[in-house]
């Protein structure tokens, strides 16, 4: 029986070279990556490190203060959290409903679902591709990085007119956004069904 792999970025099907340590299959088409040597499961640590990281992050990002604004002699400084609560205390319920779900909740359940997808040997190969449709459908609400970019711009805008500073958050922000794009890079959702596409080579 012939192992064949469809390519994730084209859809073109490809008879699999066995892969000696170190080498990778590329997509005639393409030049997607299809296989790695040692398979998808090569990179499971890669994307259960990132995702871990950026599940420790996220709590400071959240939590602290991430930005500290200066004007006319008033100091005032907000976490996203506490920002998103008081647009809802203030009457702005659909716009800070948005901002809780696109920025705080959905981000954290990505980054939860990566962490269980890394956990490949001790769930069933079902609910794995559950757990990655689901991803993939937070994927496109979850907008932290934008979030993120909304907030430099805004900085930008705001010229001379206010005195800020970035907070403790800022850092812990930018790591857990960068760490959380890596792992959803990473995992390669061949992995989960690898061991079915094992070329059967005995009876």
């Given amino acids: 029986m012939q192992h064949l792999k469809t390519c994730h970025c084209c ?4 008879r699999m070279p066995a892969l000696a340590p170190g080498e990778r299959a590329r997509c005639t088409r393409c030049d997607g990556i ?11 640590g890669c994307t259960a ?6 599940f420790f992050l996220y709590w400071p990002a ?3 203060p991430i ?3 200066r004007q006319l002699g008033q100091h005032y400084q907000s976490s996203l959290l506490r920002g998103t609560l008081e647009l809802i205390s ?3 319920l659909l716009v800070g409903g948005v901002v809780l779900l696109c920025s705080i909740i959905f981000p954290l359940l990505k980054i939860v679902l990566l962490i269980e ?3 490949l040997s001790l769930l069933h190969q079902r609910h794995q591709a559950f757990t990655y449709r689901a991803m993939e459908h937070l994927g496109k609400w979850s907008m932290m990085d934008v979030m993120l970019l909304a907030l430099l711009v805004m900085l930008v805008k705001l010229g001379n007119l206010v005195t800020f500073h970035f907070g403790p958050a800022a850092i812990a922000f930018v790591l857990c956004v960068a760490l959380s794009m890596l792992a959803s890079i990473s995992f390669d959702s061949h992995a989960i069904w690898e061991d079915d596409d094992e070329p059967n080579t005995g009876e």
């Fill in 49 to 54: 490190a990132a995702a871990l990281g950026a």
């Fill in 90 to 92: 203030r009457g702005n």
């Fill in 11 to 14: 859809g073109l099907i490809h």
């Fill in 34 to 44: 299809l296989a790695r040597a040692g398979g998808g499961r090569a990179a499971v």
């Fill in 67 to 69: 930005l500290e604004v």
């Fill in 117 to 119: 997808l890394s956990l």
């Fill in 62 to 64: 959240v939590l602290l």
